[in-house]
């Protein structure tokens, strides 16, 4: 994956069957979708891939406990399904966990014990375990920092957790191996068209400062929460079809929240589920359903929503938590539906939709990271058929990700990069200044930031520090303290003088204020 390289095939190639517009997990499975069926594919993204809700997930490859308790099985079963494909395709960024929901009333273990056992039984082969009760012994085995006040035990079961920006990198990787052509900070500014129909697009490189004219037989809108802007340009009519529900998550030290197993919450206030989840060496928090007026690239969590996270999760520890004990703090945006003629809003099934617009636009919405391959499936059968492609098998199904690895040999932070850990350990031998640290208290290495900007399409601080590396998501004090370690190779790499630098820096920075509590 070189970006150099995409630009070429951007120059060269005006025509392609299939174009993805957005680069987060809808469109990038989209683009490995198309590559793998043989089309030649071109995904264009205007930030960064998974800059948007891609990159401020839960964590969770998962079923959705919370749509059992809906009713709605068959979309549980189909993303346990697509759990157990994501978890075989992608060994090294998504990982079996076990989960432990604390009964403190004697019908608790019943009533939950039920629904879990369903949710085990609907995963059919791609169970991850047995779910099981829990004494309030073994319950605190589990979680060793809950309350044990009242405590009457507890029910374990198996889900699977995953780094979400690194499985983007590793699925864009992917597409390109699959002869897509992938390109980030690209974002398409108008539609071409022919008698009323999308035949191309208009693509700014902004990094380039160029505009380029691509024709495709298909295009696919996969923006997201931003896709109305796209339906806008697209039907030539101003369409408001989504209202953003925002979502937060506190990141604080592991040592709050000791122990390997991730704490489920089944029931909050306001009738949801919040989630306390190891990752990365810390504990990650949430998370809320707060309406939005207006939808940021860049949002950033209510006060409010802070409180309510913390009281909550408060009621479970042993040790309370407060708001200085949080390091990091990100927001993410749902796209809901916004009903037709009533103005009102209510909550998209996070079942996905795959529709041909009468401008023959691809819009595909909904979904979660957890079925993106069987969304973008549906999706491809949809636009070759529109497009009059010739048909060709979906091949993802099987398709090992990049990175994938057999067995993990790191036990140590380098694991998440599967198959690329042996790179990434050459350079580190290489030169000694390549093992150095970009901060004291965390094990991210110089030449882990030189492999981003060689073979992930890395090309700013925040690319490096907020998703390759997921500094700004765990420490964000320590993300703004290692910037200038980091915008420094980053310079080198690409020959950038000192006032980009200084740019690199002003706008990391600024970024990093929104994952601050103040
Ligand atoms: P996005 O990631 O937003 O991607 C859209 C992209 O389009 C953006 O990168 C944007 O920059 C780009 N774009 C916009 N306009 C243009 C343009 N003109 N040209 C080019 N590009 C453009 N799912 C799970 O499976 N597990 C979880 O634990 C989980 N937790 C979640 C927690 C929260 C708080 C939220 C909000 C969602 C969660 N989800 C989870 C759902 C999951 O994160 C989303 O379904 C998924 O990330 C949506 O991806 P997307 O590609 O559709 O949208």
């Not at 035990?153 to 889900?159: A, C, P, S, T, V």
């Not at 802007?229 to 953003?244: F, G, H, Q, R, S």
């Not at 409010?304 to 408060?314: A, G, L, P, T």
């Not at 636009?383 to 994938?404: D, M, Q, S, V």
Request: proline letters at 4%.
């Amino acid at each position: 994956m070189n970006r150099a390289q995409s630009i070429i095939s951007l120059q060269t190639q005006p025509h392609w069957d299939i174009l993805v517009i957005g680069g987060g997990a809808t469109g990038l499975s989209c683009a490995l979708d198309a590559a793998s069926r043989g089309y030649k594919t071109l995904l264009v993204e205007k930030n960064d891939f998974a800059k948007g809700t891609s990159s401020r997930s839960t964590k969770l490859v998962h079923g959705g406990v919370r749509y059992l308790a809906q009713g709605n099985i068959r979309l549980v079963r189909e993303a346990l399904h697509e759990r157990g494909r994501l978890i075989r395709n992608a060994p090294h960024v998504c990982t079996r966990k076990a989960f432990v929901v604390p009964c403190y009333k004697w019908w608790h273990a019943w009533y939950y014990g039920a629904g879990l056992w369903l949710y085990e039984f609907l995963s059919g082969k791609w169970s991850l375990g047995p779910t099981r009760l829990l004494s309030v012994k073994n319950t605190l085995k589990h979680l060793p920092s809950l309350s044990a006040q009242q405590l009457r035990g507890g029910i374990l079961y198996f889900d699977g957790c995953f780094d979400d920006t690194r499985l983007a990198i590793n699925l864009a990787q992917t597409a390109a191996e699959q002869g897509a052509t992938v390109l980030n900070y690209a974002g398409v500014t108008s539609f071409v068209k022919e008698k009323g129909s999308i035949t191309g697009a208009c693509v700014y490189d902004s990094i380039g400062g160029h505009t380029y004219t691509v024709k495709a037989k298909a295009v696919i809108n996969a923006t997201g929460v931003f896709a109305d802007e796209l339906l806008k340009l697209a039907e030539n009519k101003a369409m408001e079809t989504i209202v953003p529900s925002q979502g937060i998550h506190l990141v604080a030290d592991k040592r709050f929240f000791s122990g390997d197993a991730a704490l489920m919450i089944p029931e909050t206030d306001d009738k949801r589920v919040l989630f306390a989840v190891p990752w990365h060496d810390k504990v990650l928090l949430g998370t809320t359903d707060t309406f939005m007026d207006h939808i940021a690239e860049e949002p950033t969590a209510l006060p409010s929503e802070v409180d309510f996270v913390i009281s909550h999760i408060n009621r479970y520890l042993s040790v309370p938590l407060s708001r200085g004990d949080i390091s990091s703090v990100f927001a993410g945006l749902r796209p809901l539906a916004k009903n037709k003629g009533a103005g009102k809003t209510s909550v998209m099934p996070r079942d996905h939709q795959v529709e041909v617009l009468a401008s023959g636009l691809i819009h595909v919405t909904g979904g979660k990271w957890t079925t993106c391959r069987s969304m973008a499936e549906h999706a491809l059968d949809r636009a070759a058929k529109h497009a009059g492609l010739p048909p060709a098998p979906c091949r993802t199904r099987n398709l090992r990700i990049h990175g994938w690895c057999a067995t993990m040999h790191e036990a140590d932070h380098l694991a998440i990069y599967g198959a690329d850990a042996a790179g990434i350990r050459q350079l580190m031998e290489q030169d000694e200044k390549w093992s150095t640290p970009i901060h004291k208290n965390y094990p991210y290495t110089a030449a882990e930031v030189l492999w981003m900007v060689r073979h992930e399409m890395a090309i700013t601080t925040e690319d490096i520090l907020s998703r390759r590396l997921r500094l700004l998501f765990l420490d964000a004090a320590a993300a703004v303290e290692a910037a200038p370690v980091v915008t420094r190779i980053l310079a080198d790499e690409l020959q950038q003088n000192s006032n980009w630098m200084e740019e690199q820096l002003a706008r990391f920075n600024e970024v990093a204020k929104g994952y601050m509590l103040l």
